[in-house]
């Protein structure tokens, strides 16, 4: 079984594209804090790239925002490509969710427009 769930902070805005066949992907990094501090008392979090496809994409896109709070249900994936130059085989891990939950909003505003009914797949508020 490979399931994940995530929750953390938007690193930075959402990037929104659309791929060659015309569907909708959106990719941002999650900052999950680990559950332990250091050695130095500080908390410490790992920064996890996700990618999410379709309808729900676009919502990610319209409504989360860097700093917001997010939960990601998902699963893990890691490929490999060529890199360009030349210089081996490159590795990436991360998570392709199946759900994304809007924890808080950036302003009261986008709360207002975001509703369920706004959206075709099941994306909880």
């Known amino acids: 079984m490979n399931k994940i769930i995530l929750m953390g902070r938007l690193v930075r805005d959402p990037e929104i594209k659309s ?14 804090n680990r ?23 676009e919502s990610c896109g319209n409504y989360l925002g860097k700093g917001q709070r997010a939960i990601v249900d998902g699963r893990l994936q890691i ?21 994304v939950d809007f924890i808080d909003f950036a302003n009261s505003e986008n709360k207002q427009q975001a509703s369920s009914s706004d959206f075709n797949e099941e994306i909880p508020f």
Do not use: M, P
Not at 37 to 51: H, R, S, Y
Not at 79 to 98: N, P
């Open 19 to 32: 791929t060659a066949s015309d569907k909708i992907v959106t990719t941002f990094t999650l900052a999950v």
């Open 35 to 57: 559950r332990f501090k250091n050695a130095q008392g500080q908390n410490e979090a790992d920064f996890i790239n996700v990618v999410v496809w379709g309808k729900q994409a």
């Open 79 to 99: 490929r490999s490509y060529e890199a360009k130059d030349g210089s081996g085989r490159r590795y990436v891990t991360e998570v392709i969710a199946e759900s």
